[in-house]
C-alpha cells in the first residue's frame, strides 16, 4: 500500500496547472452498469498535486500522476446511482489493478469539479477525520469486488493528519445520483508504466496508451 498526503484547507486564488502530455481521443464510447462512457482525454500533470474543489491530493514525485476524463451520461436519461469505487485502472503487463486516489465531476454547466466525498469503513473520532470523512456502513467499497486472479491490488492510504502527526486512512468514495456530466479520475501510477485500462465494474471504458 502507498502513501500520499492530502492537504487540508480551502483553495484560494487561481493555480496554474501545466500539462506535460494530453491524448485526446473522442471515438471511444463504452457502456458500463446504467451508464454510457466517452473517453475525452488522459493526462500527465508535471504538478504533485490533483486539484479539486477544496483540497489537493500531494503524491510521490517519483511516480506519474494522470488523469483520464470521460463525458459520462445515464442510459436511462433519468439520474442514476454512480459509484466511483467501481472505477480502477489495470496494467497487464505489470499484472497491477489501482484504486483511483480522486474522482469528481463538474456541476451543472460550469467548469467547477467536485468531490464524491471520502468514506471511511469506521466512525471517525478525530476532528480532522469528522470534517473530511464521513462513516456511512450501508454503502459498500466496491473496489474490493472486481479483484482480478493473479494481479495485486494497489490503494493509496491518505495521510489527514500533519506531519508531526500523521493519521494514515485508508478511505473510499461515496456515491451520488447523477445523470449527465464528465467525470475525472486521478491515478498516482509506477513511473514505468506506459499503457493502461481504467473499468467501470467489469467493464472496460478507456484503453490509452502514453
Known sequence: MRRVDIALYMKSGTFLIVFLISNLIFSQKNIADNFSFRLISTTKNDRIYFSTSTYYINVPDEEKRIEVRFKMKSVSGEKENFDPNKLYLVSEEYKL?????????NYGVGMVYIGFGFLLDFPPKSKTLKKWADYKPNIKDTFLDYKINGF??????????????????????????????K?????????ELEKGKVYYGDNVIADFEF
Open 97 to 105: 489493478r489501482l484504486r483511483p486516489i480522486d474522482v469528481k465531476h
Open 183 to 191: 467525470i475525472e479520475v486521478y491515478f498516482s501510477i509506477p513511473s
Open 152 to 181: 495485486q491490488d494497489i490503494s493509496c492510504s491518505i495521510d489527514f493528519g500533519t506531519r508531526k502527526k500523521p493519521n494514515l486512512v485508508l478511505p473510499y468514495f461515496d456515491n451520488k445520483n447523477l445523470k449527465s456530466c
